[in-house]
């Protein structure tokens, strides 16, 4: 099998960016297989993205090498990470979006040493694309830098439950189809409560009419809100931090 490395960054794929990380990737690890995850993160968005990481980095198959710069901070005093953690890699910046993977038990982080000629607008290319190369030929990653134990961990808020029982929880996240996905989690009948609306808990998005409000279980076990053949998040005008409350019957 050959060594696998994944990109996943808010770069898009018109100027070139992608492209040159790419061609550091290929010139350092000549016999990589590179996956195009997806180059689509809204700008900056380090949330979204340490959402994003945290439904995909277990389902690729160890030893693979997860490459994701969403890096606000490129160029100044924050880490450059690479860190091991259940049979993969990952690298990245130290700014929480490498958190899903720093929560396992056997996590180790190195930090990664910047060369004096890394453009400080662009450590994709010049420090990280480097690293995951290295990484993905086998060599050890304690070579690649020294041990870091303070890592920037980003988690998703709890809800908390209210003395009548019930969940109050927020929209954590809304993606691009405009479904709010929410910390609350539910294996029972319940009522999902955003305002003024009360949704029971459906099944899929047909159990309801379309252009109807419909509150469901996601693939990522999260309770979300959407609406059939439409957008919930502009429809209800919410944002990211939104309370929503979970209800039993």
Known sequence: MRPLITLFTDFGTADGYVAEMKGVLYDLAPN????????????????RARLAVARYWRRFPAPTVHLII???????????????????????????????????SDAHAVK???????????HGRDVFAPAAA???RGVAIDS???PFGTPVIRRTPN????PDGALMGEVIAI?????????????????????????????????VAPGTLVAMVGSSGLVEI??????????LGAEVGAPVTLRPL
Not at 159 to 162: K, N, Y
């Open 112 to 122: 990664l040493a910047i060369p004096a000629h890394a453009a400080p607008t662009f």
């Open 159 to 162: 809800a908390v439950r209210s």
């Open 134 to 136: 290295a990484l993905a």
């Open 226 to 235: 959407a609406l059939r053949d439409g957008d919930a998040a502009q429809t």
């Open 175 to 207: 993606d691009r189809f405009g479904n709010l996905v929410t910390n609350l989690v539910t294996t029972g009948d319940h009522i999902v409560e955003f305002g003024r609306r009360r949704l029971p808990l459906r099944v899929t998005y047909n159990d």
């Open 32 to 47: 990589v297989e590179v996956v195009d995850l997806s180059h689509d993160v809204p700008p900056q968005n380090v949330e």
């Open 144 to 146: 690649l830098g020294t």
């Open 70 to 104: 969403v890096d606000p901070g490129v160029g100044s005093e924050r880490a450059a990470l690479a860190v091991a953690s259940e049979g993969r890699f990952l690298v990245g910046p130290d700014n929480g979006v490498l958190s899903p993977a720093l929560l396992t």
